[in-house]
């Protein structure tokens, strides 16, 4: 099916406070060098991660990435009543009946474990998918009479090989948006209609170190004593973000219907919960020390006819503070600016909708109208992106 809108941008200002929301491996901040200036990042890994909790929140309708999908049919047929060492069985056998190279997972003592198995990729697939799988396992209950120790010179057959791909193959609206790699299953491949970009601040920032202290109650108490249970530094930073995500229409209604009835509405959903969901949901690291729960200052969306367009560039020079410091009205000032440069080099007829909705500015002349909420500005740019055909 070929839609006219083809992509739906959505580009967002968003000042965090003192927080470290995405950590690298030695749980300092992610930084990123850009146009010769340190900026703070948060990862599209990271940040996508809670775009889709928040949409399984909204939707209803969690997907499961896993390799322990056996752990999960085991405890799938013990609700159902099962013996535990027979449901553990016929765990190991659906982890190992698939294409895809499964290991019997090992101890602390580097022992194997019988009939715990995983798969050597993450599956990814429906959650309402591990009740099927268990529904295999018992028709063939009488079939799983083999263990699987970990111990034998030859890897045992599953009893139920062949007979799960085919639940492999079921996608749900999360996996429509986001995609799946799954290279070992024939079909099971599902290319991401989203693209998600890292956020980065558009001004250069520093990384702060935190000295903290934890008081030991019982010495705080005894009169005698002095000194903490613990001390140690972490690291933080504060910055106003550029964040920019799309979402391909056409691969969208691809992959939800080959009836384009059923993929617009569906589209029509799942898009709209999507931009609801980048412009509410927030990494959760170090929440609890930093509750850093900040709302973006302006969100601007477009359709495009012709090809995403990230307004990145705009921040390749960072932004400096403005007279009485703040760096939120000067990003702002940037993002209208290069809207107007990019899209008057491009041609204005490739933009076929452009809003955005703002905490404070009312007179950005090239982002396309105001609305007053959230709520409008996704429901406007949903009903031009996935309009109707008429009949």
């Known amino acids: 099916m070929a839609l006219t809108p083809r992509f739906l941008d959505i580009h967002i200002i968003q000042p965090v406070p003192y927080a470290n929301l995405n950590r690298d491996d030695t749980n300092s901040v992610k930084t990123m060098l850009y146009g010769d200036a340190l900026r703070t990042r948060i990862s599209s890994q990271s940040w996508k991660r809670a775009i889709r909790e928040h949409l399984q929140d909204a939707l209803s309708d969690n997907a499961l990435r ?4 056996g752990e999960r049919v085991t405890e799938a047929l013990r609700d159902r009543g099962w013996d535990k060492a027979l449901a553990e069985r016929a765990g190991a056998h659906v982890a190992a009946g698939s294409s895809i190279k ?3 997972a090992k101890g602390k003592d580097k022992q194997p474990i019988t009939n715990k198995v995983l798969t050597n990729a993450l599956i990814y697939l429906p959650e309402d998918a591990v009740e099927e799988l268990a529904d295999i396992a018992e028709d063939h209950k009488d079939t799983l ?3 699987f120790t970990g111990k034998e010179k030859k890897k045992p057959e599953s009893a139920l090989t062949g007979k799960i791909d085919k639940i492999l193959l079921k996608k749900n609206g999360i996996i429509n948006l986001f995609g799946r790699m799954l290279a070992e299953v024939d079909h099971a491949g599902v290319d991401g209609a989203v693209q998600v970009a890292h956020a980065f601040t558009t001004h250069t920032t520093e990384v702060e170190l935190d000295y903290f202290a934890a008081v030991d109650d019982v010495t705080a108490t005894n009169g005698g004593e002095t000194g903490s249970g613990h001390m140690g530094t972490a690291e933080f930073s504060t910055g106003t973000l550029y964040r920019f995500a ?7 209604t691809k992959n939800l219907s080959d009836d384009d009835t059923i993929a617009i509405d569906a589209a029509r959903e799942l898009a709209g919960q999507f931009l609801h969901s980048f412009i509410e949901s927030l990494p959760q690291a170090k929440k609890n020390s930093t509750a850093p729960h900040s709302l973006p200052h302006l969100v601007h969306v477009a359709v495009r006819s012709d090809r995403p367009l990230s307004f990145a560039a705009a921040y390749e020079e960072p932004v400096r503070s403005a007279q009485h410091g703040g760096y939120v009205a000067r990003s702002v000032e ?4 290069y809207s107007k440069a990019a899209n008057t080099l491009l041609g204005p007829d490739r ?9 404070q500015f009312d007179k950005l002349e090239h982002l396309g109208g105001r609305h007053s909420s959230f709520d409008a500005l996704v429901a406007a740019a949903v009903d ?8």
């Open 246 to 252: 799309t979402i391909d229409l056409q691969e969208l």
């Open 351 to 359: 933009v076929l909708h452009a809003a955005y909705a703002s905490l």
């Open 334 to 337: 940037g993002i209208d600016a």
């Open 102 to 104: 499964w290991e019997v």
């Open 384 to 391: 031009v992106a996935l309009a109707k055909a008429p009949k």
């Open 145 to 147: 009479t083999t263990d």
């Open 66 to 69: 896993t390799r322990r999908i």
